[in-house]
Every structure is written in C-alpha cells, then in structure tokens.
C-alpha cells in the first residue's frame, strides 16, 4: 500500500527555519515526481514545489522560492522541504502527494499524506 | 499561472439526486500528447485531499461510478449521479499542464 508520512512541522518565530519530511513507503520514490502542497487555515489548496522523478528538475512557487529547497533522499525514501525565512503567510497544513504516472515529468498528484502543520509566530 | 474558476462555490444536495460543478481554465489544458491535465479532487472534512478524477474522464482507483467527469479545453465539469452523504466535502479542480499548478477555488458541498 503506497503511503507517505509527513514530519517536522512546529511553532516557528518568523524568519526561522523548519524542515519537512515526508517518508514514502509502497513505492520507490525515485520513479516519481514528487510535490508539496499547502492549505493555509480555512483556505484552498496551494502548490508549494515538486521535484522530478530523476531530481533534475525542482520547481517552486513565487511565493517561496529563494526561501524554501526541495530534495528528495533516494536511499532513505524520503522527500524533504527545507524551510527557511519563514513568516506569517507561510503557517499552513503542509502536504506532500505523489505523482499519479511513473514518469519524471508527471507533477499531478494522486496519494497525499495526512500533512504536517507549521505555525510561524 | 493558469486561473481555475469554480462554479458554485457552495452546493446543498438531497440524497440521491444529482449535482454537477464547473470548472473553467484562463488556458487550454489540452498538451501537444494529446492529453488534457484537468484533474478532480475532493477533501473530505478534516482529511486530505483525494483523487477522483484525471485527465478529465477517469476515475481513479476506487472512485464510485456515481462520479463523472468531461470537457474539453478551458471548460470542465464533475457530475454525481446520485449524492450520498459520503460525498460531503470540497470539491477542487487542478490543472497540471503547466507550472504552478493551480486550483480552483472549490466548490463546498453539504447534504440537505
């Protein structure tokens, strides 16, 4: 059963750092693109970032790039959101999804995980 | 970026009738592969969001057939055959041909 698992959300001051992770099981990671997803309190749905399938390729939103770094750890079957500069606009429930397609390029996602809070205060 | 404009934005549906969303993209979302990347999703309460639809027309692994999707282009929509109550939540359009992603704004619905 593919699963994934998010960690490492918290209470942050703002301009601090937190770091993501989100541990895959049922499939390996590294034939997927992978992407983060945020959900600001009583809010929709926002696209944060996504990794390749190959890792090439990192993407990110206006809004944190600069400030946040997608990496993936194939040998740990782990994807990670570092977080830096952090502010208010940034406290979200934030989840990770995997791509629906085994193809590097395919960001649309099908399984997501249950999402980590961060609170920047 | 690509603009998803849902309608409605709310829905209050009896059990066993039908309810319908649309869901309108500022671009065609048909790629040079001949696919079109529409997707729906819904987040029930408290739960993450799930994939119901992709590319438009399919169901995904386990979707009900109660669920339907169809369009072409920039204009999209989901159908419920017959709601029950299993259904409440947000339902999300996403586009996936070019980045950022986008969705829409979502469409609540509830049971009367």
């Known amino acids: 059963e593919v699963q994934l698992l998010e960690s490492g959300g918290g209470l942050v001051q703002p301009g601090g750092s937190l770091r993501l992770s989100c541990a895959a099981s049922?499939?390996?990671?590294?034939?997927?693109?992978m992407t983060w997803v945020r959900q600001a309190p009583g809010k929709g749905l926002e696209w944060v970032s996504s990794i390749s399938g190959s890792g090439a390729g990192t993407y990110y939103a206006d809004s944190v790039r600069g400030r946040f770094t997608i990496s993936r750890d194939s040998s740990k079957n782990t994807l990670s959101l570092q977080m830096n500069s952090l502010s208010a606009e940034d406290t979200a429930l934030y989840y990770c999804a995997k791509g629906l397609a085994a193809r590097p390029y395919y960001f649309a996602m099908d399984v997501w995980g249950q999402g980590t809070t961060v609170t920047v205060s | 970026d690509i603009v998803m404009a849902q309608t409605p934005l709310s829905l209050s549906v009896t059990p066993g009738q039908p309810a319908s969303i649309s869901c309108k993209s500022s671009q065609s979302l048909l790629y040079s592969d001949g696919k079109t990347y529409l997707f729906w999703y819904l987040q029930k309460p408290g739960q993450p969001p799930q994939l119901l639809i992709y590319e438009v027309s399919n169901r995904f692994s386990g979707v009900p057939d109660r669920f339907s999707g169809s369009g072409s282009g920039t204009d999209f929509t989901l159908k419920i055959s017959r709601v029950e109550a299993e259904d409440v939540g947000v339902y999300y359009c996403m586009q996936s041909i070019q980045l950022p992603q986008t969705f829409g704004q979502g469409t609540k619905v509830e049971i009367k």
């Open positions: 049922g499939f390996t990671l590294s034939s997927y693109a």
